[in-house]
């Protein structure tokens, strides 16, 4: 009973909810601790479930870990870093994707580290080859083994020249966090340059490293002898604040996101207002809500930054369901991100998939069979329904069709949700949402 949730929908969300730090970077911040000689403090951290799992990973390589979950502060004291049984590490195999990027400071650390096979959301390929090659190519040993990858440097690791066929964010992580403590020189093309990769940046230069970004996306990394201990807030979830966006809009509401920030939701901001959907900006968070009225059907094309986030694309769907017209939306980041729409129709929506690049450029999904491009019709009304959460985000956006659908919904599979999204039933209860763990309850 504890993965499942009822949901009575068919009323408006009305209320403030308080985003905390974003899931996608304040993980990479605790392995960024790895890194300094001193122990550093990360503030703004949210109580969400890959933050336990990298936890307790740092704790299996003997580093301390404090964390007052009131406060939303972690201390990280990795002084007495060791190498884990193997064993032990396997224990979390497949809870998170994170462990790729403990390869670079383990390296420098220990001169070896073991990598288990990598879990996270089937959402597309997510090959770890980039960050393979990086490594390679700073000068590690790479050996895959029963139940995962070993990696060696018997010598310190040296910068190197890599571009990127695509800027992958876990890669360009990956680089930052290796090549900080390499000898020399580093220059990445093709980067990453998401918000959360620049306040990586930010705790690594606070740490003490030298670190360049130039606007044609190539960072440039200056290595350095030593590393300390940093102070840092991080930035807020910019893709939770626009998840419970989408769900004012889709359920016609009106909801307060306290800690969202304008500067990092600015292509969010401008298709939610071509949506039809309104907001006021204040000095600590967005009031987003429906302002009444049709919803407007768009086109839109998923992108990196600074391009329409493809994690804000499955909440919008949900609330483009009940928008007048056709909107097209045209998926290039993960060539799986439509498999969530089944349940949508199942719910009453109407939606088809293609394989073709609709609505925007080619992009690179588009002569290999995926389907990536969708054309939702609305309004339409959505009927409840039982659902299975496929993953975090479509998870979060079949939420919200059950709280927009009218009648009883059953949603199974919400531990996945707790992946990324803070006390979400807490925030739920808070915006008045109609939900409960029995059948039938209101």
Request: net charge negative; hydrophobic share 40%; glycine share 10%.
């Amino acid at each position: 009973m504890d993965d499942l949730l009822y949901v009575d929908g068919g009323n408006p969300l009305h209320g403030e909810i308080t985003v905390r730090g974003a899931k996608n970077f304040v993980s990479k911040a605790m392995v960024a601790a790895l890194l300094g000689e001193g122990p550093s403090e990360l503030r703004n951290v949210p109580t969400i479930r890959d933050v336990a799992v990298v936890g307790s990973l740092l704790e299996l390589h003997g580093v301390r870990v404090d964390v007052d979950q009131d406060a939303g502060v972690l201390r990280i004291d990795p002084a007495d870093v060791e190498s884990p049984l193997v064993a032990d590490i396997d224990t979390l195999a497949g809870a998170s994707r994170i462990p790729i990027l403990f390869c670079g400071p383990l390296l420098h650390r220990l001169g070896e580290a073991f990598i288990p096979d990598l879990g996270g959301c089937r959402i597309g390929d997510r090959p770890i080859n980039y960050h393979l090659d990086i490594l390679r190519q700073f000068g590690a040993q790479v050996d895959k083994r029963p139940g995962g990858i070993h990696l060696s440097a018997p010598r310190r690791l040296t910068g190197t020249k890599i571009a990127l066929p695509y800027p992958s964010v876990g890669a360009t992580e990956q680089l930052l966090l290796t090549a900080v403590r390499a000898e020399g020189i580093t220059e990445l093309s093709n980067a990453a340059i998401e918000p959360e990769i620049m306040d990586l940046i930010n705790v690594l230069q606070k740490m003490g490293a030298i670190i360049s970004v130039d606007t044609d996306r190539v960072i440039r990394i200056e290595g350095v002898d030593r590393l300390v201990g940093f102070t840092h807030t991080a930035l807020a979830d910019r893709i939770e604040a626009a998840s419970w966006a989408s769900a004012a809009l889709a359920t016609g509401g009106d909801v307060y996101v306290r800690g969202a920030h304008q500067a990092d939701m600015t292509t969010f901001l401008n298709t939610f207002r071509k949506v039809g959907g309104e907001f006021t900006v204040h000095d600590d968070g967005i009031r987003f809500f429906h302002p009444g009225g049709d919803l407007r059907s768009i086109q839109l094309e998923t992108d990196v930054h600074p391009g329409f986030m493809t994690d804000w694309q499955q909440p919008l769907v949900v609330a483009l369901t009940q928008a007048r017209g056709l909107s097209i939306v045209h998926e290039t980041v993960y060539e799986n991100r439509f498999g969530f729409v089944d349940a949508l129709l199942g719910m009453g929506a109407t939606i088809q998939v293609y394989k073709e690049c609709l609505g925007g450029r080619p992009c690179r999904f588009g002569q290999r069979n995926f389907y990536h491009s969708a054309v939702i019709s609305g309004p339409t009304p959505l009927s409840a329904a039982d659902i299975e959460v496929p993953d975090l985000r479509g998870g979060f956006s079949h939420l919200i069709a059950a709280l927009t659908a009218k009648g009883q919904s059953s949603v199974r599979g919400i531990s996945l949700i707790d992946r990324g999204y803070e006390q979400f039933t807490q925030k739920l209860d808070a915006l008045g949402a109609q939900f409960s763990r029995e059948p039938g309850a209101r």
